[in-house]
């Protein structure tokens, strides 16, 4: 059951000052153990279960190497020069190490709250250490996007966030997806990773629907991963326009962005 914090002060402040308990130290978050597990090259990480937070080819460790993390790369297809992109939930640091290496330009800000996430990617996913470009910061993801310090300041938001289950964003409310919307400027746009076969999926694109007048899904992949697009402000689905500019993307990165376009359309359809 929740509580709100207000109600729980109220009820403080009233009883006797001889009778107030002693102040409880405060309590430290408990985490999912973090772990590791390698296959045919491929380093995983998990949260104590079998279920994969993330995952990197060793031999291309700036690479992302699941569809879904390629396809959370979406919002290439309208912004090729971004100037500032965070990434919420920071996994094997996949997308973040692949946007600080295409895009030299940029700034970019991973959000991570489970420290020992941060020193893992460090230790094991070749995650490079904090610059004037990248900027990996310990915190809530909730405390990053209501910051109006952060509002209007990105182009990209790319938000990954899974508890050691895997089965649905820990973060998902209306208000939760407004506040994302208002860390982009008039041009920004979100991807959000979604499990299609579970219930957390309807819940969210409402949500991301209440809060964007503009959501399109790319095509399942995995298990069940679908990528959404979230638009700050509309924008037109041209065809020609998004396969010259899928194009150049397979051109320069070798990302698969050509089935992108025909995941858009299909969703237009």
């Excluded at 002060?9 to 772990?35: D, F, G, I, L, N």
């Excluded at 979230?230 to 010259?244: H, I």
Aim: neutral net charge; aromatic residues 8%; charged residues 25%.
């Amino acid at each position: 059951m929740l509580i709100k914090r207000k109600s729980i002060e109220k009820e403080e402040s009233s009883r006797p000052a001889s009778k107030a308990p002693a102040k409880a130290a405060p309590r430290k978050p408990r985490y999912a153990p973090v772990t590791l597990s390698e296959q045919d090259g491929v380093r995983y990480l998990h949260f104590g279960t079998e279920w994969v937070q993330g995952a990197m080819r060793i031999r291309k460790p700036d690479w992302p190497e699941l569809e879904y993390a390629q396809q959370m790369m979406a919002w290439m297809l309208w912004n090729d020069a971004p100037r500032a992109i965070a990434q919420l939930g920071l996994g094997t640091a996949a997308l973040t190490k692949f946007c600080y290496k295409t895009f030299p330009a940029a700034q970019v800000t991973a959000i991570e709250l489970n420290p020992h996430v941060i020193a893992i990617c460090q230790s094991m996913f070749k995650l490079p250490d904090n610059d004037e470009r990248l900027h990996v910061l310990e915190m809530d993801a909730l405390d990053f996007v209501s910051d109006r310090a952060n509002h209007g300041s990105l182009d990209a938001l790319q938000v990954d966030l899974y508890d050691a289950t895997a089965r649905g964003p820990v973060l998902d409310t209306p208000e939760f997806y407004q506040a994302c919307a208002a860390c982009l400027n008039d041009t920004g746009i979100m991807t959000v990773n979604l499990f299609g076969d579970h219930p957390s999926y309807a819940k969210n694109l409402k949500a991301m629907k209440f809060a964007f007048p503009q959501v399109v899904k790319l095509p399942e992949v995995h298990d069940g991963n679908v990528v959404a697009i979230a638009f700050r402000t509309p924008r037109p689905v041209d065809a020609a326009a998004l396969a010259e500019r899928a194009a150049r993307i397979v051109a320069e990165t070798k990302l698969p962005a050509k089935s992108w376009v025909k995941g858009v359309l299909a969703s237009q359809s």
